[in-house]
């Protein structure tokens, strides 16, 4: 992963992650933000005469925004459909308002504090493809009269205003202060600190910033943190004060402790109950990870506390709803897409000699084979020269990636770039053989060294954008590609799925990361 080493050492200095506002890992590549933030604690600083009551975030604003978005999708789409001839256009206007302000409700654009802070372009945009998702299958479904295109052009400036109704929360309103940046205490034996400093480094996408650790015994730390005191191996009477001592010595809000062994229930318990009484926030490093917050529900019982976690999403509702917006909008864009896809395969038939597109077998859901479709972008041959350049792969693990590959004709180096080469994979996603959104489609030959952590990835179609797609691409490591692919094996939603097609488009545009 390319993180700083330092020695482990007792210093308070500020040394290795500690210094700069958030702790990162050293990499010469940008880091994957596609998954949820791993904790959901209070974003307020710790005030020393006890806990800080002070709200973040006023909630003066949440009205005006949630009027702009009523008002700034209803007058538009009012006048469009008067202007159209609309019978009942008022009535219409009024429902599609105040459905899209529920939907925004309901995926928490209110919030006082919404995770990740005030919703943004891309995740306004991915409310609104939701939403014309579903009225276009409402639509299909009552056979309504209304001219889609006249449906369109009537709700689109519901997607301006969301974007300036949000960009308000962004303002000075009286009473709001910035978000606190918590600084983190990590506590707990080396190998629990070590990763959790790391995983904490590795994301920019909330607000944690280890200042120091206690480790429990005498092991060295490999994450470089400073040290401002150890915990015994067995319970001792100044295991509270070593953690007090070491958080006000770093000027740290929060401990988060990872239980081990040598921190059992009692232990940790007593712990909590010292470090509460000292003014110190405290979470829990749970030995889950990898799961959003939305499937994690806490119940108490019998005095224990319980992590209820909701299975992955493979029937109901809303796999029901995904297989119907795949195969809806892939026959939309290829009708749309005509024009571009003759364009697109008269370049590459005149470019270079052999077919103009590339089919190629790949594993499907529950490992079914599959021929997937493709712009072709290499040299007729080019499968006969991969062993000779075999060698010169530049990715661990199974796949196969160059960044300069001679094979790839003048063309396809373009088509490359901007993911026009996975168009046809639309057809693939119109027969029911891929989804829009989903893992990446491997090869045969990849599968065939798969262990059963990645072979977990075949539990749901392979999608023609995913996580990947939006995080860097071939500039992924393997183990980077089946983590975030795994995340969207047990955590997709619909609502996910909107998002990384709302941002498939900026990462389509850079263009980092395609070769």
């Not at 210093?11 to 959901?40: F, I, K």
């Not at 709001?176 to 070590?194: M, S, T």
């Not at 480094?201 to 005191?229: I, K, N, S, W």
Request: with cysteine; aromatic share 4%.
């Amino acid at each position: 992963m390319g993180h700083v080493e330092l020695p482990d050492s007792d210093r308070t200095g500020p040394v290795g992650l500690v210094g700069a506002p958030r702790p990162r890992t050293v990499s010469n590549r940008p880091r994957s933000n596609g998954l949820d933030e791993l904790w959901q604690a209070p974003a307020a600083p710790r005030e020393r005469s006890g806990p800080a009551a002070a709200k973040i975030r006023a909630t003066g604003c949440i009205p005006v925004v949630a009027g702009v978005e009523l008002l700034g999708l209803g007058v538009p789409a009012l006048l469009v459909l008067r202007a159209g001839g609309q019978s009942r256009a008022a009535l219409a206007a009024a429902a599609a308002a105040l459905a899209w302000s529920a939907l925004r409700a309901v995926r928490g654009r209110y919030a006082q504090r919404p995770a990740g802070g005030a919703p943004g372009v891309l995740s306004t945009a991915g409310d609104w493809l939701l939403f014309m998702g579903v009225l276009a299958v409402l639509h299909t479904a009552t056979g309504d009269a209304l001219d889609p295109a006249t449906a369109v052009v009537a709700l689109l400036p519901g997607l301006s205003a969301g974007i300036a109704a949000q960009a308000l929360r962004r303002l000075p309103w009286p009473g709001r202060r910035p978000r606190a940046v918590r600084r983190v205490l990590v506590v707990g034996e080396a190998p629990g600190v070590d990763r959790a400093v790391r995983l904490l480094a590795a994301r920019a996408d909330h607000p944690y910033a280890v200042v120091a650790a206690v480790p429990v015994g005498t092991a060295p730390l490999e994450c470089g943190v400073p040290v401002p005191g150890r915990l015994a191996p067995a319970p001792a009477d100044d295991d509270v004060s070593t953690v007090l001592g070491g958080a006000f010595a770093q000027d740290a809000d929060l401990a988060l402790v990872v239980p081990g062994p040598q921190l059992s229930e009692e232990r940790l318990r007593r712990l909590s109950w010292g470090l509460h009484d000292g003014g110190l926030a405290l979470s829990v490093l749970p030995g889950l990870s990898g799961i959003a917050a939305g499937r994690i529900r806490a119940t108490a019982a019998a005095g224990l506390t319980l992590l209820h976690i909701a299975p992955p999403l493979r029937r109901g509702p809303q796999p029901a709803l995904k297989a119907v917006v795949d195969r809806v909008a892939a026959a939309l864009g290829l009708l749309v897409l005509t024009p571009l896809l003759v364009l697109i395969g008269a370049a590459v038939r005149f470019g270079s000699d052999g077919p103009v597109f590339h089919r190629q077998t790949r594993q499907g859901q529950h490992n079914r084979p599959f021929t997937m479709w493709k712009f072709r972008t290499m040299v007729a041959d080019a499968e006969a020269h991969k062993d000779r350049l075999r060698t010169a792969n530049e990715i661990d693990g199974p796949m196969f990636k160059m960044r300069r590959d001679p094979r790839v004709t003048g063309i396809g180096r373009l088509l490359r770039r901007t993911s026009l080469d996975e168009l046809p994979q639309l057809l693939n996603v119109l027969r029911g053989d891929m989804s829009l959104v989903g893992p990446r489609p491997p090869l045969p030959d990849e599968v065939s060294r798969y262990d059963e952590r990645e072979f977990r990835r075949l539990s749901v179609k392979p999608g023609l954008t995913g996580l990947w797609q939006v995080s860097g691409r071939s500039d992924l490591s393997w183990q980077e590609t089946v983590s975030l692919d795994l995340w969207y094996v047990d955590n997709w939603s619909m609502a996910t799925d909107m998002r990384l097609m709302a941002r498939t488009l900026r990462a389509v545009t850079d263009g980092r990361g395609a070769y």
